[in-house]
């Protein structure tokens, strides 16, 4: 149980377009799902918090506009990249909570803005 | 500021042997943890958590330690195996928001030695 997709696995984009990633919990209803962003060799770092039918909550320093979150249903959250440029290139993982307060990963999407 | 330090960047283990990797902590308001182990490339996948209530919790060959008054705690594998190498990031749940925001560490990258 708990597990959590993400799709695409990897994108590569050109400079100015946007990206969108696909978060969904496959076997449980996720009432809080999230969204990290890691750089090379570096820790997690989280990027902004979603409830489902509500607005996201973004991190200090995190642009809203820039990274649309969607939190439509139960199971799937989206993140988009909007007018990437290759200071976006990075690897993000959502994560998907329950009723508990364990937080399951998915499995990443690795982004290339060239 | 690191509100989470895992200052061990790497740790090497034989096979076998006890691998104990630390985490430290600077705020008090921290009240459940947890430990996630990564590949390259991939989402984190939960090992195990424990509460602020309790010193110790156990799971299979993983236990993990809270010293509270120390603002420290310890993942501790027993025996190690090739299969456990990795990069083991430990969390702690932030509640201040309202809901649990996780803060990871920087991570330590263990290997265990065949």
């Known amino acids: 149980g708990a597990v959590v997709s993400q799709h695409p696995s990897w994108v590569i984009c050109k400079s100015g377009t946007s990206v969108k990633i696909e978060c969904r919990s496959l076997?449980?209803?996720?009432?809080?799902m999230f969204w990290y962003r890691q750089f090379p060799k570096q820790s997690l770092m989280l990027m902004a918090t979603s409830n489902e039918g509500s607005k996201a909550t973004y991190e200090q320093g995190v642009e809203k506009d820039k990274f649309l979150i969607n939190h439509a249903s139960l199971t799937l959250s989206t993140l988009t990249v909007t007018s990437a440029h290759p200071e976006d290139s990075s690897f993000y993982i959502c994560?998907?909570?329950?009723?508990?307060?364990?937080?399951?990963f998915g499995p990443g999407t690795r982004l290339l803005v060239l | 500021d690191q509100q989470v330090k895992q200052n061990s960047p790497s740790l090497s283990v034989q096979e076998g042997r006890i691998s104990i990797l630390n985490c430290d902590y600077t705020n008090s308001m921290f009240d459940y943890f947890l430990w996630y182990k990564k590949y390259p490339a991939e989402g984190p996948t939960f090992l195990i958590s424990?509460?602020?209530?309790?010193d110790k919790n156990e799971d299979g060959r993983f236990t993990v330690f809270l010293n509270k008054s120390a603002k420290h705690l310890s993942l501790h594998i027993v025996p190690s195996q090739p299969g456990d190498s990795a990069v083991y990031f430990c969390a702690a749940a932030d509640y201040t928001s309202g809901t649990y925001k996780y803060i990871f560490g920087t991570g330590t990258r263990l290997k265990v030695l065949a």
């Open positions: 994560s998907a909570r329950g009723l508990a307060e364990t937080q399951y």
């Open positions: 076997d449980f209803q996720a009432t809080t």
């Open positions: 424990i509460s602020s209530i309790k």
